[in-house]
């Protein structure tokens, strides 16, 4: 009999309280980190058991996350005003873009919170069912490497871009107050055209910003540290089925084998219906900001700064979309590697239970979806890939005609 969602979350109620949970556990430190930048308001992200998890409306988090909401809207707003007025351009709309995808963001993991508990407690109890395989040694350090490599990296591409505004600013002033004044007149003319400068407003646009620029590169950190985690429990049950590859097995073996299999296409089902929204905003916002960066190539660069800024936050983002675009495709990749096992199999040993095993995985897609316009996975890769290539081409024929 195939095991349901709902007899996962009901039936392994001790789960909670076994010790575990290590997804819970694991991902524990990067949901306090978001909480402080007002990202995923779910309580109970550190206590031992994820059945501690609550999502409530009426919270001090949800209060927290709805006031960046709407500081971010009100930068939106003034970024569409200034864009009118001027009749914007390609690298004009990138203000209005960077803040709409930020506000967007904070929609979408408000969105996740509300069915962040039941996805953690499912998850849990995949791993107690599957206790058996045991559990990855290396996901840990998997996750904290890839934490630290894009989190460093964001950093330093924050820097880079705050260096070069205030030489720009320490060039048009000459007091101190003058040039935090022309700093931020640069960085954020579209709000100070209409409110005028001030301090408060000043204040207010900084915050503004760094929680924009956090929800971006945690906007990818996140997807890539599930889809790890996610892809490692697929990888425990293809370890365990290749140790017995070419090996005559019993029937209950691989109904014990596809119930947990489909178990795991249930948890991706689950993850997928959270995390959609996110996912599609990470690809849609990582290659527009590649075209623009691309676009903005075909401006000559004056500064060793600006050289250095350009080719590092350019860099970066390769990077960052690499990096989120292998993990999550990593689903799939291990969700379809039982058919290759299954093909070794004696034909002695073939019976119904296999046939129904086979035709699971055969049949079935599982693979995350940015809400179902498009699958993650390694085809599509390739698809985006040949797509920045197009662009860069139209943009060198688009380069030589105004030569």
């Given amino acids: 009999m195939t095991i349901s969602p709902q007899e996962e979350i009901h039936g392994h109620a001790a789960v909670a309280d076994s010790g575990l949970s290590s997804f819970h556990r694991t991902i524990a430190p990067l949901t306090v980190m978001a909480q402080c930048f007002a990202l995923l308001p779910v309580h109970g992200v550190t206590a031992p058991s994820p059945k501690a998890l609550r999502f409530r409306w009426m919270s001090a988090r949800v209060a927290y996350t709805i006031a960046v909401l709407f500081s971010l809207l009100f930068m939106v707003f ?6 009118l007025q001027i009749g914007g351009t390609f690298q004009d709309a990138q203000c209005m873009i960077f803040y709409g995808i930020a506000t ?10 509300g069915r962040w508990p039941r996805l953690v407690v499912q998850w849990s109890a995949v791993e107690h ?3 058996c395989y045991g ?9 904290r490497c890839i934490t630290a490599l894009l989190l460093a990296g964001a950093a330093i591409e924050h820097f880079l871009n705050e260096y070069n505004n205030l030489s720009f600013a320490a060039r048009h002033a000459n007091t101190t107050s003058g040039v935090v004044q022309q700093y931020m007149l640069r960085s954020h003319h579209h709000l100070f055209t209409y409110l005028g400068y001030s301090h408060a407003c000043a204040v207010f646009a900084s915050v503004a910003a760094a929680l924009a620029t956090f929800s971006w590169n945690f906007m990818d950190l996140f997807i890539a540290v599930t889809s790890i985690a996610l892809t490692d429990r697929f990888r425990l049950l293809n370890r365990n089925l290749q140790a017995f590859r070419g090996k005559r097995m019993s029937a209950e073996f691989w109904k014990q084998t596809r119930e947990r299999y489909t178990s795991l296409m249930y948890l991706t089902d689950t993850l997928n219906l959270g995390v959609s929204h996110v996912v599609l905003l990470s690809f849609g916002s990582n290659l527009y900001f590649i075209c623009l960066q691309l676009f903005n190539s075909l401006n000559p660069l004056k500064n060793w700064y600006e050289r250095v800024y350009f080719y590092w936050s350019f860099g970066f983002l390769l990077l960052r979309t690499a990096t989120v675009s292998l993990s999550v ?10 058919r290759v096992l299954m093909y070794a199999l004696p034909s002695d040993s073939y019976n119904d239970e296999v ?25 599509m890769l390739l698809t985006m890939a040949g797509t ?8 060198v024929q688009f380069s030589h005609v105004n030569t």
Avoid: M, W
């Fill in 129 to 131: 069912a599957q206790s």
């Fill in 135 to 143: 559990s990855s040694k290396s996901l840990r350090l998997k996750i």
């Fill in 329 to 338: 495709a990593g689903i799939n990749d291990e969700s379809r590697l039982p």
């Fill in 355 to 379: 046939s129904r095993f086979q035709q699971l995985v055969t049949t079935c897609h599982v693979a995350l979806t940015g809400l179902s316009f498009f699958s993650v996975t390694r085809t």
């Fill in 78 to 83: 003034f970024c569409i005003l200034y864009i």
């Fill in 388 to 395: 920045i290539v197009t662009y860069e081409i139209v943009l």
């Fill in 104 to 113: 967007a963001t904070y929609g979408a993991f408000l969105h996740l919170a």
